[in-house]
């Protein structure tokens, strides 16, 4: 069983930052590929980052390119999530993800067996 709790939410305005962290229980985190979804209210979940178990792999969804930055440090067992230049339609419930056999990056929620509690981003114009 691996337990995922997310941290760093808040409300930010327009143009600012913030950063999420996901802290995992667990001694083999270094063997989880990792990802970051959204759900804005209404909406689908969706793929915000995902990162490989190494961490050399990274990737993003198009809207956040050049703004998200996902990252690992395994000695913590946590994953990242950079936010810079934060937009109104960045506002959603955040959630990190965990996958525990794969060792690539996972775009594909079902894809993903474990899942935290979600943080709220709210950002302000």
């Known amino acids: 069983q691996v337990q995922l709790v997310e941290s760093g939410g808040g409300l930010v305005q327009a143009g600012g930052s913030l950063r999420l962290s996901c802290a995992a229980s667990g001694r083999t985190f270094s063997t989880y590929s990792m990802g970051w979804f959204r759900q804005a209210p209404g909406k689908e979940r969706e793929f915000v980052a995902g990162i490989s178990r190494s ?9 956040v390119k050049g703004r998200f930055t996902i990252a690992r440090d395994n000695a913590k067992n946590t994953v990242y999530l950079q936010m810079s230049s934060l937009k109104p339609e960045d506002t959603a419930v955040y959630y990190c993800a965990a996958n525990t056999y794969y060792a690539g990056l996972i775009y594909q929620r079902r894809m993903y067996d474990y899942w935290g509690q979600g943080t709220q981003v709210t950002v302000s114009s």
């Open 55 to 63: 961490g050399v792999s990274t990737d993003y969804t198009d809207s």
